[in-house]
């Protein structure tokens, strides 16, 4: 299948070869993180003159920690990935080169790692690759910030109505193109976290969270079942995050934010273009942080505290996916934790 908007989607877009069962980067295209490494590249969204304003990302805990005396590449590191890749052990191996870099300029104190939304199930990537051992040595603690650990209904709203993020690009022309994004599959909602709970109803049908399958193969979608096993397959064989990590976890998130449940549909659905929109839905609402439900955010820890695990969870009443970051208790606990 061809992309449309060819220029803007052959960059953040890909192909997928059912065949081969693996996503196909447009010819010629490498996108990289700029300053990788460095904390410039988890500052802002985009640190443009224009841009750099309109979505702060850790800017306000790196200038904290700075004030403290943190310094960029000595004692404090942004370990970025592709969002819109999933987690590879190539890229897993850069973060633990990164992690033994802080740790070995800091008289071989273990490092404390912050991760945020999609970049819990990335670290725990890691975590699995560099095995327990590694992680005792070099890790102190894990804070995950608004963790999008069983994916969001909003990545299914996503390709069907596409968001703008406050980027001022056209939210149904990302429609078509979330369809061609990697980790935007991994982010779909993952059954096991929402039992029983409906995901989507149309006047003759409900679907449940364990027939997005079907959901997705009724609009006509493309190679569904072979894109959900290449994405959400890189974390299968972990049983959905069963073993739980061997150093402290502490845990952020928000809640009694209205965050996306339940597609309604008007119509009932039927093959479509694949690559055009739906308008003719509306939404019903849980609790969350905005963009991932609760029960996502909370999934793994609940279970890792059940098994003893040494976990922490807090609740930040109002807290929204990102803005959270912003928020001084947060901040004041990453500074406590840091020093």
Same mark, same amino acid.
Request: aromatic share 12%; net charge negative.
């Given at each position: 299948?061809?992309?449309?908007?060819?220029?803007?989607?052959?960059?953040?877009?890909?192909?997928?070869?059912?065949?081969?069962?693996?996503?196909?980067?447009?010819?010629?295209?490498?996108?990289?993180?700029?300053?990788?490494?460095?904390?410039?590249?988890?500052?802002?969204?985009?640190?443009?003159?224009?841009?750099?304003?309109?979505?702060?990302?850790?800017?306000?805990?790196?200038?904290?920690?700075?004030?403290?005396?943190?310094?960029?590449?000595?004692?404090?590191?942004?370990?970025?990935?592709?969002?819109?890749?999933?987690?590879?052990?190539?890229?897993?191996?850069?973060?633990?080169?990164?992690?033994?870099?802080?740790?070995?300029?800091?008289?071989?104190?273990?490092?404390?790692?912050?991760?945020?939304?999609?970049?819990?199930?990335?670290?725990?990537?890691?975590?699995?690759?560099?095995?327990?051992?590694?992680?005792?040595?070099?890790?102190?603690?894990?804070?995950?910030?608004?963790?999008?650990?069983?994916?969001?209904?909003?990545?299914?709203?996503?390709?069907?109505?596409?968001?703008?993020?406050?980027?001022?690009?056209?939210?149904?022309?990302?429609?078509?193109?979330? @369809?061609? +994004?990697? #980790?935007?599959?991994? =982010?779909?909602?993952?059954? *096991?976290?929402? %039992?029983?709970?409906?995901?989507? /109803?149309?006047?003759?049908?409900?679907?449940?969270?364990?027939?997005?399958?079907?959901?997705?193969?009724?609009?006509?979608?493309?190679?569904?079942?072979?894109?959900?096993?290449?994405?959400?397959?890189?974390?299968?064989?972990?049983?959905?995050?069963?073993?739980?990590?061997?150093?402290?976890?502490?845990?952020?998130?928000? @809640?009694? +934010?209205? #965050?996306?449940?339940? =597609?309604?549909?008007?119509? *009932?659905?039927? %093959?479509?273009?694949?690559?055009? /929109?739906?308008?003719?839905?509306?939404?019903?609402?849980?609790?969350?942080?905005?963009?991932?439900?609760?029960?996502?955010?909370?999934?793994?820890?609940?279970?890792?505290?059940?098994?003893?695990?040494?976990?922490?969870?807090?609740?930040?009443?109002?807290?929204?996916?990102?803005?959270?970051?912003?928020?001084?208790?947060?901040?004041?606990?990453?500074?406590?934790?840091?020093?």
């Amino acid at each position: 299948m061809e992309l449309r908007y060819p220029c803007f989607s052959a960059y953040l877009g890909q192909n997928f070869s059912a065949t081969d069962m693996k996503w196909v980067k447009t010819e010629g295209v490498n996108l990289s993180v700029p300053e990788w490494g460095k904390v410039y590249a988890v500052d802002t969204l985009d640190p443009s003159a224009v841009m750099k304003n309109v979505i702060p990302y850790y800017h306000d805990m790196i200038q904290a920690l700075e004030n403290v005396g943190y310094i960029d590449g000595v004692n404090m590191a942004g370990g970025g990935y592709q969002w819109y890749d999933v987690p590879t052990e190539e890229w897993a191996h850069k973060i633990m080169d990164l992690i033994e870099d802080m740790y070995s300029k800091n008289n071989n104190n273990p490092v404390v790692v912050v991760s945020h939304s999609m970049g819990a199930p990335f670290s725990y990537f890691m975590l699995q690759t560099a095995g327990d051992a590694w992680v005792k040595q070099h890790i102190h603690k894990l804070i995950y910030v608004a963790p999008a650990w069983m994916g969001s209904p909003k990545a299914l709203n996503f390709m069907f109505d596409g968001i703008d993020y406050k980027i001022p690009i056209a939210g149904k022309a990302l429609a078509p193109l979330s @369809r061609h +994004v990697p #980790t935007v599959w991994m =982010l779909l909602p993952w059954a *096991d976290a929402y %039992k029983g709970k409906i995901m989507a /109803t149309s006047p003759s049908k409900n679907y449940t969270y364990d027939m997005i399958e079907d959901l997705l193969n009724d609009i006509g979608a493309q190679d569904v079942e072979a894109k959900l096993k290449t994405t959400m397959g890189v974390f299968n064989k972990y049983n959905n995050y069963e073993n739980p990590p061997p150093v402290p976890v502490i845990t952020y998130m928000g @809640r009694n +934010v209205d #965050t996306l449940s339940t =597609l309604v549909f008007k119509k *009932d659905i039927v %093959k479509s273009d694949p690559e055009g /929109t739906w308008t003719d839905d509306s939404v019903l609402y849980g609790d969350g942080d905005g963009t991932v439900p609760a029960e996502s955010l909370r999934y793994p820890t609940d279970k890792w505290a059940s098994k003893g695990a040494d976990v922490e969870t807090h609740y930040i009443d109002k807290a929204e996916h990102v803005k959270i970051l912003y928020n001084q208790d947060l901040i004041n606990a990453v500074i406590a934790e840091a020093c």
